[in-house]
T-cell receptor, first 114, second 110 residues
Framework: AQKVTQAQTEISVVEKEDVTLDCVYE???????LFWYKQPPSGELVFLIR??????QNEISGRYSWNFQKSTSSFNFTITASQVVDSAVYFC???????????FGTGTLLAVQP | DVKVTQSSRYLVKRTGEKVFLECVQD?????MFWYRQDPGLGLRLIYF???????EKGDIPEGYSVSREKKERFSLILESASTNQTSMYLC?????????FGQGTRLTVV
C-alpha cells in the first residue's frame, strides 16, 4: 500500500528565510507521480508541483524547488525567501499508477513570521 | 479553468440522519475521490471511482457509501450520520496531471 511520511508537523520561520519540507513515501507502483499541494487558511487545496518517477532531475520554479531521490524515496520541497503568504499546510502525495489515486501525508504546517 | 464543485460549504445534520454530499466536475475525468480531513490526520481516502457505476473502498470506508451514476457526479452518502463523522470532506477528480479539489464541505453532526 502507498504511504507517506511528513515527519515535520510544524515549522516556523522568519520571512525571507529558506525552508525545506521533507517527504518520504512508499509505493508499490513502478511508475508514479509525486505531488505537493498547499492548503492556505481558506481551506482549498492548491496544486504546486508534480514530478514523474522516471525523472529525477531537480528543478526550480520561481521560489519553489524540489529534490527528488528515488533511491531513498524522498521528495523534499524548498521555498526560497519565504513570505508571509506562504503560511499554509503543505501536503506531499504520491499517486498515479492504474487509478491515479493520490495518498496524502499528514501535512506540515508552515508559519512564516513577518 | 478546471472546476470541481461541492454542493454545500457547511452542513449541520442530526445523529441518525441520512446525509448526501454531492460533487460535480466539468473536466470529463474518469477518476473521482472522496477524502475526509481531520486535524493531525491529513487527508484520508474514503472511496474512489474510476468509471461510471464503479467504486473502490479507500482506507476508511466504514459508515459511508458512494454513488456514481454519471461521469461528472460522485456522491458520498452517510447512511446514518454519527458524531464521529463530523469532519471536512473533500472531493477530487484526477488525471495524470494531478488532483483537482472542490472547496470542501464542513459537516457537523450533532
Amino acid at each position: 500500500a502507498q504511504k507517506v511520511t511528513q515527519a515535520q508537523t510544524e515549522i516556523s520561520v522568519v520571512e525571507k528565510e529558506d525552508v525545506t519540507l521533507d517527504c518520504v513515501y512508499e509505493t508499490r507502483d513502478t511508475t508514479y507521480y509525486l505531488f505537493w499541494y498547499k492548503q492556505p487558511p481558506s481551506g482549498e487545496l492548491v496544486f504546486l508541483i508534480r514530478r514523474n518517477s522516471f525523472d529525477e532531475q531537480n528543478e526550480i520554479s520561481g521560489r519553489y524547488s524540489w529534490n527528488f531521490q528515488k533511491s531513498t524515496s524522498s521528495f523534499n520541497f524548498t521555498i526560497t525567501a519565504s513570505q508571509v503568504v506562504d503560511s499554509a499546510v503543505y501536503f506531499c502525495a504520491p499517486g498515479g499508477g492504474a487509478t491515479n489515486k493520490l495518498i496524502f501525508g499528514t501535512g506540515t504546517l508552515l508559519a512564516v513570521q513577518p | 479553468d478546471v472546476k470541481v464543485t461541492q454542493s454545500s460549504r457547511y452542513l449541520v445534520k442530526r445523529t441518525g440522519e441520512k446525509v448526501f454530499l454531492e460533487c460535480v466536475q466539468d473536466m470529463d475525468h474518469e477518476n473521482m475521490f472522496w477524502y475526509r480531513q481531520d486535524p493531525g490526520l491529513g487527508l484520508r481516502l474514503i472511496y474512489f471511482s474510476y468509471d461510471v457505476k464503479m467504486k473502490e473502498k479507500g482506507d476508511i470506508p466504514e459508515g459511508y457509501s458512494v454513488s456514481r451514476e454519471k461521469k461528472e457526479r460522485f456522491s458520498l452518502i452517510l447512511e446514518s450520520a454519527s458524531t464521529n463523522q463530523t469532519s471536512m470532506y473533500l472531493c477530487a477528480s484526477t488525471n495524470t496531471k494531478g488532483a483537482f479539489f472542490g472547496q470542501g464541505t464542513r459537516l457537523t453532526v450533532v
